[in-house]
């Protein structure tokens, strides 16, 4: 269950960091950028520790789903963007994605052979 803290704790800190990314006005403005290099060095370090109980496919596909549809959620309500009906379907394609995937996903990793050292 640890795993998926880390995992919460890398989509918010990405989430965070996209939002200021679109703050930052293509980097110029300071704290804005500053935050982007600071929350996306959380959101990937934390990543990295789910990694550790989380298989890679399932990780990724939760942290680019679930931070996909929430991104776009905060596009409308933050920034005031347009979504059309279109738009709309495929983020519903993304989460039903994620949660198809998880479906079959294991408790934990087992330990396998890679053959990679």
Not at 57 to 70: D, L
Request: proline residues 3%; neutral net charge; charged residues 10%.
């Amino acid at each position: 269950m640890k795993a998926y803290l880390f995992l919460a704790i890398a989509i918010i800190s990405e989430l965070f960091g996209t939002s200021m990314l679109k703050a930052s006005e293509g980097f110029t403005k300071i704290l804005p950028s500053i935050a982007v290099v600071f929350c996306f060095v959380v959101a990937f370090y934390s990543l990295s520790l789910s990694l550790q109980q989380i298989p890679l496919s399932i990780a990724y596909a939760i942290w680019s789903g679930v931070g996909t549809a929430i991104t776009a959620v905060i596009g409308i309500v933050v920034w005031k963007e347009n979504i059309s009906l279109l738009q709309v379907v495929g983020i519903l394609f993304i989460i039903a994605g994620v949660v198809i995937l998880n479906l079959k996903a294991p408790l934990h990793e087992t330990t396998q052979s890679t053959g990679l050292q």
